[in-house]
């Protein structure tokens, strides 16, 4: 029987270690090596704004994309980028090294 209410500490350490065991998001499995790849390489959040919904829109969007082309029998990668923003970064960096 399903709990009436939702309790993420009793069942999301569970079903992520199942999927870290089944290797379930590693891109270059050996059963999907004549398989079409995809990509999405995601930009971080940039220091010089603060975080909102549209940040957690796009993160959800590009992670049900990967989802749906995995079970499409695709070899996906979501991969991590780096700062797009570089010098923005850097000007917030040592502005708050100077305040302090």
Same mark, same amino acid.
């Given at each position: ?12 350490? &569970?079903?992520?270690? /199942?999927?870290?065991?089944?290797? #379930?998001?590693?891109?270059? &499995? ?54 797009? #923003?570089?010098? /923005? ?10 305040? &302090?």
């Amino acid at each position: 029987m399903i709990d009436k209410t939702y309790q993420p500490s009793e069942v999301e350490g &569970r079903i992520a270690q /199942a999927w870290e065991q089944a290797q #379930a998001f590693k891109a270059g &499995r050996p059963e999907r090596s004549g398989a079409e790849t995809y990509a999405i390489v995601i930009p971080p959040p940039n220091v010089t704004g603060s975080l909102h919904m549209g940040h957690a829109l796009n993160n959800t969007l590009q992670d049900v994309l990967c989802r749906f082309e995995r079970m499409r029998g695709k070899d996906v990668l979501w991969q991590p980028g780096t700062d797009h #923003a570089g010098i /923005a970064t850097q000007m917030v960096v040592e502005r708050q090294m100077m305040e &302090r």
